[in-house]
């Protein structure tokens, strides 16, 4: 499919099974299975895997794209999905024969969920400095020690895209490793069901691995490569997804917004609050602040794709530049409305909820200013 047909398939199925399951998956932090079972069949589980393996071969651009658009009707099942986007481009970044048959192609053929587990919970928001081990007990074998925090898709991925220190005792600390890690695995254990203010539907769950053994050749490029999947991959991809998703919300609180001045009337006069010119400008404003972040968002995605050197700087820009619009659209548009946006478990609570995890997810809106500002000053984006 060419990206435009992409597009309308995602629209005819946001609006069908993401719109009718949308509701149960914050109300009862139900993991949106519908909606990715149906992503996966119309084959857009392989949106970022190459075509020579059966996937649709697109890009950033995209990944945005599509994460705005079911992020606009639910922000849970636009994670999710974009999480599983960012796994398979990790996988498939450099892949090896092996990995290509055993992952690629299922993925593209909808037969195959990833998802991301690189969060730790000694390690916070600073991702990209792994603590789990990983031993090699032969050339075919490695042991793997520790825990990731905050997996999206849980238990109900196929697999996972694992980080962890480098298999050298004496590598340096920016020499970890990543891999991919089967959910079959012996000895895999879980936490219980995290249970979040908004983004309830994420699955999100701790993994204990305890003296798991893992298949040399599930290894992603060499060991101590990890450091370059961070930055070349997992960061431009990982940005792309959580922006396209809060910017959705975003459009979704501008919607219902300008849906509610155009429909409240006044009963003393009949006249509606959109004829009221102070509304007037500050809806005006907020479409502005959305559409020049979304512009950056798309302006950054191009950048990266094309392999600008300097596209770092757009990418880590956007995603801070659209918390910050999610949380103020939704903010403002609370406020435009009145007391009825106030109303519990209405469309503005799960709007209002699902936005404040713009800021806190990592690496946070502040971490990515300072990776901003070092990379502007030719300094390390990572320090000590």
């Not at 060419?2 to 946001?14: A, H, M, P």
């Not at 895209?161 to 695995?185: M, W």
Request: contains cysteine; hydrophobic residues 40%.
């Amino acid at each position: 499919m060419v990206l435009q047909e992409i597009l309308d398939s995602l629209r005819v199925i946001t609006k069908s099974t993401v719109s009718e399951e949308a509701s149960l998956v914050d109300e009862q932090g139900k993991w949106p299975e519908n909606s990715i079972k149906a992503l996966q069949k119309a084959g857009l589980g392989g949106l970022l895997v190459s075509k020579e393996f059966g996937g649709q071969g697109q890009g950033m651009y995209a990944l945005a794209r599509a994460c705005e658009i079911l992020g606009e009707v639910s922000a849970s099942t636009a994670l999710c999905f974009g999480m599983h986007c960012v796994g398979s481009a990790v996988i498939g970044a450099k892949p090896s024969d092996y990995q290509k048959e055993e992952f690629l192609r299922p993925i593209a053929a909808g037969e195959h969920l990833t998802t991301l587990a690189l969060s730790e919970p000694g390690t916070g928001a600073h991702f990209y400095f792994p603590q789990t081990q990983l031993l090699a007990l032969s050339e075919e074998e490695f042991l793997l020690n520790g825990s990731k925090s905050f997996v999206t898709n849980g238990t109900k991925a196929d697999s996972y895209v694992i980080s962890t220190l480098g298999v050298d005792p004496d590598a340096s600390r920016d020499e970890f490793s990543c891999f991919v890690l089967r959910n079959n695995t012996e000895n895999l254990e879980w936490g219980p069901d995290w249970k979040g203010l908004g983004m309830r539907g994420n699955s999100s769950r701790t993994l204990f691995l305890k003296d798991i053994k893992v298949p040399a050749a599930n290894l992603l490029g060499d060991a101590g490569d990890q450091l370059w999947y961070v930055f070349q991959v997992v960061a431009p991809y990982f940005l792309t997804a959580m922006a396209g998703t809060y910017l959705g919300i975003a459009q979704a609180a501008f919607n219902e917004a300008r849906q509610h001045l155009v429909q409240r009337s006044y009963r003393h006069n009949g006249s509606t609050l959109s004829q009221n010119t102070l509304l007037q400008h500050r809806l005006g404003t907020l479409w502005s602040k959305i559409e020049r972040t979304r512009q950056l968002l798309y302006h950054a995605t191009r950048e990266g794709e094309s392999g600008e050197p300097t596209a770092i700087l757009p990418i880590l820009s956007s995603k801070a530049e659209v918390a910050t619009c999610s949380v103020e659209v939704v903010n403002e548009a609370m406020t435009l409305m009145g007391g009825i946006a106030y109303s519990q478990n209405s469309r503005m609570d799960v709007l209002l909820r699902d936005a404040r995890a713009a800021h806190v997810m990592g690496p946070t809106t502040d971490i990515l200013y300072t990776w901003l500002g070092r990379a502007l000053l030719e300094q390390p984006i990572l320090d000590s």
